[in-house]
Antibody, heavy 118, light 107 residues
Framework: QVPLQESGPGLVKPSETLSLICTVS????????WSWIRQPPGKGLQWIGY???????LYTPSLKSRVTISADTSKNQVSLKLSSVTAADTAVYYC????????????WGQGSLVTVSS | DIQMTQSPSSLSASVGDRVTITCRAS??????LNWYQQKPGKAPKLLIF???NLQVGVPSWFSGSGSGTEFTLTISSLQPEDFATYYC?????????FGGGTKVDFK
């Protein structure tokens, strides 16, 4: 098992920036890809992007202009920032591990519900 | 983006039933197809990767098959803990995409 824990504000105002952190326990974040995936209430899963800690990040085209994923290897953390949020960004946000690019998501965090509302 | 279509979107079944869920890709994805199980309020859990490989710890009554554009998840004998929503996901091309899910509930 690779415990992943998402943390961050549960409520964000429209037009502001959503910020979440995924803390990885039980091993270094190096040598794996780390992804963010979200799930609006009652809906399916949407991949947001991923990062390789010693490389660059890649984002889904529909969110690319608003998303930044970064990694802090000293803290074993991966972060997500999503700017200019609207109600459509309300979702449970998961971090997940990929053993390599073009792979499966083998370990997931428990998820963090973020509601966008004034 | 590659579109993943699951069928049915929901089904009702009883303990002991054989359950089959289909996932179709809008274009060729070889065997880059993964299956996840999600229970209410929980994160998805990887069941099968690369179309037919059982993840460590997943019961043997789960199996996957298929290649190209059509794939199947089979539960050979449904157990009480298997009532959940199942998602397929392609990892063949960027961006990775998920199917819409199949909810398996009690008949």
């Amino acid at each position: 098992q690779v415990p992943l824990q998402e943390s961050g504000p549960g409520l964000v105002k429209p037009s502001e920036t959503l910020s979440l952190i995924c803390t990885v326990s039980g091993g270094s974040i190096n040598n794996f890809y780390w992804s963010w995936i979200r799930q609006p209430p009652g809906k399916g899963l949407q991949w947001i992007g991923y990062i390789y800690p010693t490389g660059s990040a890649l984002y889904t085209p529909s969110l690319k202009s608003r998303v930044t994923i970064s990694a802090d290897t000293s803290k074993n953390q991966v972060s997500l920032k999503l700017s200019s949020v609207t109600a459509a960004d309300t979702a449970v946000y998961y971090c997940a591990r990929l053993p390599y690019v073009s792979a499966y998501f083998d370990f997931w965090g428990q998820g963090s519900l973020v509601t966008v509302s004034s | 983006d590659i579109q993943m279509t699951q069928s049915p979107s929901s089904l009702s079944a009883s303990v002991g039933d054989r359950v089959t869920i289909t996932c179709r890709a809008s274009q060729y994805i070889s065997t880059y197809l993964n299956w996840y199980q999600q229970k209410p309020g929980k994160a998805p859990k990887l069941l099968i990767f690369a179309a037919s490989n059982l993840q460590v710890g997943v019961p043997s009554w789960f199996s996957g098959s298929g290649s190209g554009t059509e794939f199947t998840l089979t539960i050979s004998s449904l157990q009480p803990e298997d009532f959940a929503t199942y998602y397929c996901q392609q990892s063949y091309t960027f961006p990775p995409t998920f199917g819409g899910g199949t909810k398996v509930d009690f008949k």
